[in-house]
């Protein structure tokens, strides 16, 4: 069935340092991949996303990179800080729907 | 001015009784879903409306039912609480399909 691995499951850097977090999917029509920010208490924010027709999107700190051949995309941060400190998820979308399936998080903690 | 608000915050109720949440958003949006996320953080879509029928409807047990009274508004209403129900839901739109707006987050704890 449509399956989307995240890894790793815990991540510390030291604050200035990049973290990347990557997630693999298991249904190849799948072509919209957002990734999400949850804070403590709060719900999912959306903080980057990318469609299948492009392998790269930048927003000042963050990045996304897609390999469709592979099903691999992956988020990097770069220059990070205590404020970016939470737990991150990917999602596929398969073409079409409705669905999002998620992974399984990722707990970044930036330690000043 | 909350896009996805959701109510309440938070929910404490003992086993075998019936409750509600609602979910309300302001965004415009075509499509609303009920996500479960349990205490390992996995999010599971539940269900998923679009102008107000129902299109997602996962394999959540038919204690679970949602209803969509307009465009803006998706409630869950849940019978018979079980302990395993100890969640927090969480209510998201969308319009059409594209992105997905997560409201704050429902807890709800089950004695």
């Known amino acids: 069935g449509e399956n989307v691995e995240q890894h790793p499951s815990t991540l510390s850097v030291q604050e200035g340092d990049s973290a990347v977090i990557k997630c693999t999917y298991s249904?190849?029509?799948?072509?919209?991949f957002p990734w999400y920010k949850q804070e403590l208490g709060k719900g999912p924010q959306l903080i980057i996303d990318?469609?299948?027709?492009?392998g790269e999107k930048k927003d000042q700190r963050i990045a996304v990179t897609l390999n469709k051949t592979a099903k691999h995309f992956s988020l990097h941060i770069t220059e990070t800080q205590p404020e970016d400190s939470a737990v991150y998820f990917c999602?596929?979308?398969?073409?079409?729907?409705?669905?999002?399936?998620f992974g399984t998080g990722t707990r970044l903690k930036v330690l000043a | 001015d909350t896009a996805v608000s959701q109510t309440p915050k938070y929910l404490v109720t003992q086993m075998g009784n019936d409750k509600s949440i609602k979910c309300e958003q302001n965004?415009?949006?075509?499509?609303m879903y009920w996500y479960k996320q349990d205490s390992k953080k996995f999010l599971k879509i539940m269900f998923s409306?679009?102008?107000?029928?129902?299109?997602i409807n996962e394999t959540v047990p038919n204690r679970f039912s949602p209803k969509s009274p307009d465009k803006a508004h998706l409630n869950l209403h849940i019978n018979s609480l079980e302990l395993g129900d100890s969640a927090v839901y969480f209510c998201?739109?969308?319009?059409?399909?594209?992105?997905?707006?997560f409201g704050p987050g429902t807890r709800l704890t089950v004695l």
């Open positions: 998201a739109s969308s319009p059409g399909k594209d992105t997905q707006y």
């Open positions: 249904d190849s029509a799948s072509n919209y």
């Open positions: 990318i469609r299948s027709n492009v």
């Open positions: 999602a596929a979308s398969p073409s079409g729907t409705y669905k999002y399936i």
């Open positions: 965004l415009g949006h075509d499509t």
């Open positions: 409306y679009n102008n107000k029928e129902l299109i």
